[in-house]
């Protein structure tokens, strides 16, 4: 059996799957297999991934393009390790990241971890150094609660832990927030790596504001009903977002939103006129299903 199974779904990603492969190829760490799903792709992806002759790398297609969910889970029913790792086709590993993440989840006995990163544009050029810092499991457990604080391309987990929590559920873009409030419901414990290992690449034409949104609300209806987890359907999740998706209370989320993130960029540099912004940003979500008191409760969290 090899130690660590990576999975990376691929969809149309012949301008930045080159440089994912190589950073594997790359890895410190030998012990691998590669198992890339491509899921429909229309481009020349396939041709990319089958000119690297390595035997650790082993690519699968999918009967059409069936999304993230149904990929993540094929590859995980065909993984071998005794580790899953995640991986997307537009990111890049630092040469040790595999080795770096054992050491850390052995060392710490945790189940699932996470790693810093680096954020880069689609040009590769660096945006910003080490987000998502590491903090203890107890931290990010409290983290957790509120929102996502372990990049979902990052992740590093036990094989086993991946098939008793059933994999993921497709749960409007929230399928790795579901699987962690699933995590820390059944007393796993998770960490995240003290170094960056893993440049994650800003995608300009990803999800849209109203794909936010409905994301949002989704994470909201997760988190609210964290005790009954297990037992939430997609239908239930339906009828949730019935009540809320609505046109005018998806316009008050993207103007909150917009006043919260300037107000924090105001506290980055010092300026606290910004408290007053990120203020009429948690006013303005009063009246929407998604507050944003929740995002400032994970900023106290990580300094305290």
Sequence with gaps: MVKVSIILPAYNASSTISQSIESIIKQTYEDWELIIINDGSNDNTKDIILSYKDDRIKIFDNPGNK??????????????????????????????????????IEKYNLDLIGCMTERIDMEGNCVLHMANKSYSPSKITRCVKYDNCIAHPTWFGR???????????????????????????????????????????????????????KQRLSSKYLRDNINSIDSITEEDLNSYLQLYNTPEQETKYIKGLKLFEDGVNSLRHKKFSGLILIFRSIFISRYVGVRFTNLVKIQLIRIL
């Design 67 to 104: 999304g993230i969910v149904y990929t993540l889970n094929r590859a995980l029913s065909i993984a071998q390790g005794l580790y899953v790792a995640r991986m997307d086709s537009d990111d890049i590993s630092i040469s040790t990241r595999i080795e770096k993440q054992i050491d850390y």
């Design 159 to 213: 094989k086993s832990m991946f098939e008793e929590l059933g994999g993921y559920r497709n749960f409007h873009a929230c399928e790795d927030y579901d699987f962690l409030l699933r995590a820390i419901r059944h007393n796993y414990k998770l960490g995240i790596c003290d170094s960056i290992q893993l440049k994650y690449r800003e995608n300009l034409n990803g999800i849209s504001f109203s794909n936010l949104f």
